[in-house]
């Protein structure tokens, strides 16, 4: 099993920063990577896959990078829809595919 | 636009069995895997397993081996999950999750999700 680390658990960001958040894979997944937000009482949603590629409707804001064992999601200017959990899950491996454990990033 | 519905919140006793319906509109149900991934409170994601709603071929995680059961109706686009011998650690929101198959084992990720379905497992 691929054991996915995201750091940290928790983010404090003020509004209109920078947040990065990192994704560590126990073994290479190539780019088979995509990160999702989470929001209180709602499913996940889709917001990067192949490490980097944003999903439909995604805003510019988001961007994903890294390859192999270390990724990174980077939301340019935090909005405040954008306080939320975000999980990475690696998809290259079919048994299982696994998230990370999450990053809340929450309101500085 | 593609939709999944899921079925309304559950409470069983432990021991009990509990089945979650997912169904799908918007697309060709048996073009797309079905994956049931669960979040109990205050948790991360857990990947249950899935099934092929074409072939009804399943797959499923090893802590789940035994104790669930995920099924398809191709008539109605349904799939279903069914965990059995509840225990209060299964106390969890559980999601399916629609995924494109690329073949050769590796799959896209989950572009779109149920809206969840709560089972409570308690005495």
């Known amino acids: 099993e691929i054991v996915m680390t995201q750091s940290p658990a928790t983010l404090s960001v003020s509004p209109g920063e920078r947040a990065t958040l990192s994704c560590r894979a126990s073994q290479s997944v190539s780019s088979n990577l995509a990160w999702y937000q989470q929001k209180p009482g709602q499913a996940p949603r889709l917001l990067i896959y192949g490490a980097s590629t944003r999903a439909t409707g995604i805003p510019a804001r988001f961007s994903g990078s890294g390859s192999g064992t270390e990724f990174t999601l980077t939301i340019s200017s935090l909005q405040s829809e954008d306080f939320a959990v975000y999980y990475c899950?690696?998809?290259?491996?079919?048994?299982?595919?696994?998230f990370g454990g999450g990053t809340k990033v929450e309101i500085k | 636009q593609v939709q999944l519905v899921q079925s309304g919140a559950e409470v069983k006793k432990p021991g009990a069995s509990v089945k979650v319906s997912c169904k799908a509109s918007?697309?060709?149900?048996?073009?797309?895997?079905m994956h049931w991934v669960r979040q109990a409170p205050g948790q991360g994601l857990e990947w249950m397993g899935w099934?092929?709603?074409?072939?009804?071929?399943?797959n499923y995680a090893q802590k789940f081996q035994g104790r669930v059961t995920m099924t398809r109706d191709t008539s109605i686009s349904t799939a279903y999950m069914e965990l059995s011998r509840l225990r209060s650690d299964d106390t969890a929101v559980y999601y399916c999750a629609r995924a494109d198959y690329y073949g050769s084992g590796s799959f896209a990720p989950y572009d779109y999700w149920g809206q969840g379905t709560l089972v409570t497992v308690s005495s």
């Open positions: 899950q690696q998809y290259n491996n079919w048994l299982p595919l696994t």
């Open positions: 099934i092929n709603p074409n072939s009804g071929g399943t």
């Open positions: 918007g697309y060709t149900f048996t073009g797309y895997y």
